[in-house]
């Protein structure tokens, strides 16, 4: 499956929040990538120390998209502990994973499903342990590490990452130059294509498909109707056309999942995809 990574994007937020004897780095990187984005994009970058700051910002940024039309790239240049969530220079202040996608999420829907993140932080791929494809997704792409990141790649990698992105106008082939190594790549619409594939194996395949018509046989006959013969067929019919797969379970989805941004792919893609899965 080829994956649709066009967005939008007019400017580069670059938000960083660090102990004052680590900026040095973050300061460098920074104006490596104002630079290049001079006459493409508008460079914003916010020094915070507190959580409550970078609560503050991604709220404002909230309402700039949807009031001034803000379509950022948004870097989150700070720590990130696995557990705790998204350190800030405050020491023992967190952001939890959980309430970053909540924030992010305000600004995609804001975007409509237009933003891009470069978690440039220690563990900043958790952000999408609690994601499911039943609300809006909180970044159209996500580029972040699963596990620790040294300063020295962060310094040697992204000004490349977004100097090429700036001239080509790609993130796939940016990404696999410079950030592959470290970062993991995540794309809301492959999350969207496994969850539902899933479901229609598990559900609507199989054994699952089986064990799924029989208890939505006992709770029609549990609500009332007659037991009877002519009932049974009747209603085994109706839920076995009922539970197949179709458009309208992809449309469904796309309308709130991907905030009504057309999925890259049909539901005989998602099929064929099913089919030959089980076949292998």
């Given at each position: 499956m080829?994956?649709?990574?066009?967005?939008?994007?007019?400017?580069?937020v670059?938000?960083?929040?660090l102990?004052?004897?680590e900026?040095?780095?973050?300061?460098?990187?920074?104006?490596?990538?104002?630079?290049?984005?001079?006459?493409?994009?508008?460079?914003?970058?916010?020094?915070?120390?507190?959580?409550?700051?970078?609560?503050?910002?991604?709220?404002?940024?909230?309402?700039?998209?949807?009031?001034?039309?803000?379509?950022p790239?948004?870097?989150?240049?700070?720590?990130?502990?696995?557990?705790?969530?998204?350190?800030?220079?405050?020491?023992?202040?967190?952001?939890?994973?959980?309430?970053?996608?909540e924030l992010?999420?305000e600004?995609?829907?804001a975007?409509?499903n237009?933003?891009?993140?470069?978690?440039?932080a220690?563990?900043?791929?958790?952000?999408?342990?609690?994601?499911?494809?039943?609300?809006?997704?909180?970044?159209f792409?996500?580029f972040?590490?699963?596990?620790?990141?040294?300063?020295?790649?962060?310094e040697?990698?992204?000004?490349?990452f977004?100097?090429?992105?700036?001239?080509?106008?790609?993130?796939?082939?940016a990404?696999?130059?410079?950030?592959?190594?470290?970062?993991?790549?995540f794309?809301?619409?492959r999350?969207l294509?496994?969850a539902?594939?899933?479901?229609?194996?598990?559900?609507?395949?199989?054994?699952?498909?089986?064990?799924?018509?029989?208890?939505?046989?006992?709770?029609?006959?549990?609500?009332?109707?007659?037991?009877?013969?002519?009932n049974?067929k009747?209603?085994?019919?109706?839920?076995?056309?009922?539970?197949?797969?179709?458009?309208?379970?992809?449309d469904r989805?796309t309308?709130?999942?991907?905030?009504?941004?057309?999925?890259?792919?049909?539901?005989?893609?998602?099929?064929?995809?099913?089919?030959?899965?089980?076949?292998?």
């Open positions: 080829r994956l649709d990574t066009l967005f939008s994007c007019n400017s580069v670059w938000v960083t929040s102990p004052d004897d900026l040095g780095p973050s300061n460098r990187m920074s104006e490596s990538v104002e630079e290049i984005s001079t006459g493409k994009f508008t460079f914003v970058r916010r020094c915070l120390r507190r959580s409550s700051e970078l609560e503050q910002l991604l709220n404002e940024m909230a309402v700039r998209a949807r009031e001034d039309g803000l379509r790239m948004l870097v989150l240049d700070m720590h990130g502990h696995p557990d705790n969530g998204l350190s800030v220079a405050e020491p023992g202040e967190f952001v939890p994973w959980e309430r970053l996608a992010l999420r600004i995609n829907v975007t409509h237009n933003l891009c993140v470069v978690g440039a220690c563990y900043a791929l958790t952000a999408i342990k609690t994601l499911t494809d039943a609300s809006p997704t909180p970044f792409v996500l972040a590490p699963e596990k620790e990141v040294k300063v020295g790649f962060l040697s990698n992204l000004s490349k977004f100097g090429e992105v700036f001239s080509s106008g790609g993130v796939d082939a990404y696999e130059r410079h950030l592959q190594a470290r970062f993991k790549y794309h809301c619409e999350l294509f496994i539902i594939a899933r479901y229609i194996k598990n559900a609507c395949r199989g054994k699952g498909a089986a064990e799924r018509r029989e208890r939505l046989l006992t709770e029609v006959f549990e609500a009332g109707m007659p037991n009877t013969p002519e049974r009747d209603v085994r019919t109706k839920i076995k056309n009922g539970i197949q797969p179709d458009q309208g379970i992809l989805y309308a709130t999942y991907l905030i009504g941004k057309a999925a890259g792919f049909t539901m005989d893609q998602l099929l064929d995809y099913v089919e030959r899965a089980s076949t292998a």
